[in-house]
């Protein structure tokens, strides 16, 4: 299962961008990868530990902003397309097991 944050966080004086900062960094200490700007997801192994990895998220977040965090199934996760610039003929991401980074 993957558990996906997407935050819109505002960045208008440096208290807003610290906060912005401070949050970033602990998705990425809690284990996060980024997929596009303000959009991140972390592997799980089931719903219980991404009800726990999304209460970890809400004790982090700043004090404005927006941010919403979904659980998904790995499949789910497989069938996401990718909309590219043009065709293209590699294969950016599956449903093999292996992952290596």
Do not use: H, W
């Not at 558990?3 to 602990?26: C, W």
């Not at 719903?47 to 659980?71: C, H, S, T, W, Y």
């Amino acid at each position: 299962m993957r558990v996906i944050v997407m935050f819109d966080l505002p960045m208008e004086t440096a208290k807003d961008r610290y906060a912005y900062a401070r949050f970033r960094k602990d998705l990425i200490k809690e284990g996060f990868i980024m997929m596009q700007e303000s959009v991140y997801c972390k592997l799980v192994l089931n719903p219980l530990a991404g009800d726990l990895v999304k209460e970890k998220v809400r004790k982090n977040r700043p004090p404005k902003g927006i941010i919403q965090a979904m659980i998904i199934t790995e499949k789910q996760y497989a069938d996401i397309e990718y909309l590219l610039g043009g065709p293209q003929t590699e294969k950016i991401d599956g449903t093999d097991r292996l992952v290596i980074f």
